[in-house]
């Protein structure tokens, strides 16, 4: 009896050792398996993921200018750049175990489950954000198996590729804050109007609450939903032991101050420029529409943002809300080319067409250059031509009969000192033909006009259209003593990497002398002289400022410069309505002068250096002779050195050189000139 009752128990026993073997294989062979898909998976490449950056625009001084998106506002930052309060509220609202896990928080889980099944629908989420991550970067959000499935494996994979803290770093750069808002970064720019790491600890429990339902919880859209789901954030922050509950009660009572909504038009600040400069990065450096859109580049722009808002108020404050009427003004610096201000139009709103690079008759702008070419030819300030209606022949006979303004002729001979502050057209158009106009329109290429230019006698009257941008390389040519500086928009654009993509620095190529340049600049500033056809703005210029007016039936034009700084400034109508000669084209010179002071207001007056090879002589104004100590109306000329007048004026006494400045006799000065006593 005793043996038979043991043969059950040693069944039994040898049952249990085979289950437990058969167990110990099944487990070693599943723990195998395991490990080799484990090491397969982290064999296996992450599937490439995209994430689309958004690009960034500054001024020279650092100040955003914009942003450029397409549909996903994102900024990437370090995660040492994100507050800890703003991690800690993520990780305690959305996986608080997440330190602690492989990528599946099993616990939350089975309670999801439970609570899902007591209210027979999915009411609680349990996804880790390694999951949340792998969703985001890789797939789309149907609730297919087949998608969770997937998500279960590239959850996997971004736990063996990744630390906690670089899933972290993902997380918080690629989540959906609402508002096209994509990662903290911009989150934190686009509510509170402040670079991430200088957020509260309020402003990021509200921001941790928000990727939850940011239909819901944003604070634009639902403030109170948003402040409960606050209060939610502050008190698991506080039963992590992140903060304490006084903390979490200050934070809470503190008083949310939201940036506001503005939409992206009335945010961007010279929006003519910032076309300008995506122009050029692309066309220039080869960059494509998916980099500028995408890529996560930092543009670094020539812009200084003060002159820009003093350009763009100029601008609207001097022309007419009655009719509309246009006006193009750019900025540049003369030494190295650098675009400071650019205005495009009166309204970026209703036409985004950019009138600086608009080609439009320059006029009488234009003669700068011609009288360039006859310095560099021969002429001087002295050299005379009569001013008398004219008939010019060229060509196969063909004539040309130019006017003065108002039919006004000195009927006389007059100096081509005279001619540019009077703006004779006759001296202009005679100069042009003694010269032959294919010298002209070598030196006007030459110094920076690129627009194909004709050698016809009206050339010098500036019949030829040119845009205001070429205008104003050709005249900071003239400003720099006849070095030409390329226009320059973009310093340096670099990608999200930090790797410098491009990189620019001011190109100077001589392409004219510092004497006959300098010349010139002495001889344009008799247009803001008494006589001149920009007096009338005299006093209200204080710095020395040379330039030139031109009008035509439909143009009104300023193009000047000072040693720091070149203007070009363009008014008239988009579709060929002439301008009111009283109305519309008297605005151009007090706008240019208007902006021009306020834009070097902070910067002090200075003389346009005088080159060697220069010689400067008191002339009398009544014969162009040497002035003496007796003559009552004279003036100090500069000349080349050697081309100056030797005869003495006799008619008013001796030959006595001048002992001091011209005395009562002599032309009203403007402000400046009083100043530096010229």
Sequence with gaps: ?????????????????????????????????????????????????????????????????????????????????????LKQATIAIEDRHFYNHLGFDFKRLGKAVLVDLQHMAKVQGASTISQQLARNL?????????????????????????????????????????????????????????DVSELSLAESAMLAGVPKGPGIYSPYLHLENAKSRQRSVLNAMVEQEYITKEEADLAYAEEIKLVGLVPASEKVIAPYFRDYITQVAKKKYGLSDDQLVHGGLKIYTTLDPVMQQKAEETVAKHIPEDRPLQAALVAMDPQTGAIRAMVGGRDYKESQY??????????????????????????????????????FTY?????????????????????????????????????????????????????????????????????????????????????????????????????????VLAEEKPKKTRVAEAVPTFLLTDL???????????????????????????????????????????????????????????????LTVPLWADFMEQALTDQPPLLFPTPEGVQSVYIDTQNEKLASAHCPTQELVYFAAGTEPLEYCTEHGPADPPAKSPGEGEKKKPFWKRIFNR
């Excluded at 005793?2 to 289950?19: A, G, I």
């Excluded at 702008?365 to 011609?370: A, D, G, Q």
């Excluded at 500036?462 to 205008?471: D, H, K, R, Y």
């Excluded at 143009?555 to 070009?568: I, K, N, R, Y």
């Design 1 to 85: 009896m005793e043996v038979n009752s043991m043969v059950p128990l040693q069944k039994f026993l040898r049952f249990t050792r085979k289950f437990f073997f058969f167990g110990f294989v099944v487990s070693v062979i599943g723990s195998l398996l395991i490990g080799l898909l484990i090491l397969y998976l982290r064999s296996q490449p992450l599937p490439p993921s995209d994430i689309e950056q958004t690009t960034s625009i500054y001024a020279e001084d650092g100040q955003l200018i914009d942003r450029l998106f397409g549909g996903q506002n994102r900024t990437v930052v370090e995660l040492e750049q994100i507050p800890d309060h």
């Design 138 to 194: 890789y797939l789309t959000l149907d609730k297919t198996w087949e998608r969770k499935i997937k998500e279960a494996i590239l959850t996997v994979q971004l736990e063996l590729n990744y630390s906690k803290d670089q899933l972290l770093d993902l997380y918080l750069n690629q989540i959906y804050y609402g508002h096209a808002a994509y990662g903290a970064q911009a989150a934190a720019q686009t509510y509170f109007g402040k």
């Design 354 to 391: 950019n009138r600086v690079f608009a080609k439009r008759q320059p006029g009488s702008s234009f003669k700068p250059f011609v009288y360039l070419a006859a310095l560099e030819n021969g002429f001087t300030p002295m050299t005379e031509f009569k001013s008398e209606p004219t008939v």
């Design 395 to 499: 060509g196969n006979g063909q004539q040309y009969t130019p006017k003065n303004y108002g039919n006004s002729y000195a009927n006389d001979y007059i100096t081509l000192r005279t001619a540019i502050a009077k703006s004779d057209n006759i001296y202009a158009v005679k100069t042009n033909m003694h010269l032959g106009p294919e010298q002209v329109v070598e030196t006007a290429n030459r110094i920076g006009i690129h627009s194909e230019l004709q050698a016809l006698p009206s050339l010098a009257l500036g019949t030829i259209p040119v845009s205001p941008m070429e205008m104003a390389v050709g005249y900071s040519t003239i400003a720099a003593q006849g070095e030409k500086v390329e226009p320059i928009a973009i310093w340096k654009i670099v990608d999200q990497d930090g790797n």
């Design 524 to 586: 344009m500033l008799s247009v803001f002289e008494d006589g001149g056809t920009g007096y009338r703005v005299a006093e209200q210029l204080q710095r020395p400022v040379a330039g030139k007016t031109g009008t035509t039936d439909y143009d009104a034009w300023l193009v000047g410069f000072t040693p720091q700084l070149t203007l070009s400034v363009w008014m008239g109508y988009d579709e060929g309505t002439k301008m009111d000669p009283v109305d519309d084209s008297r």
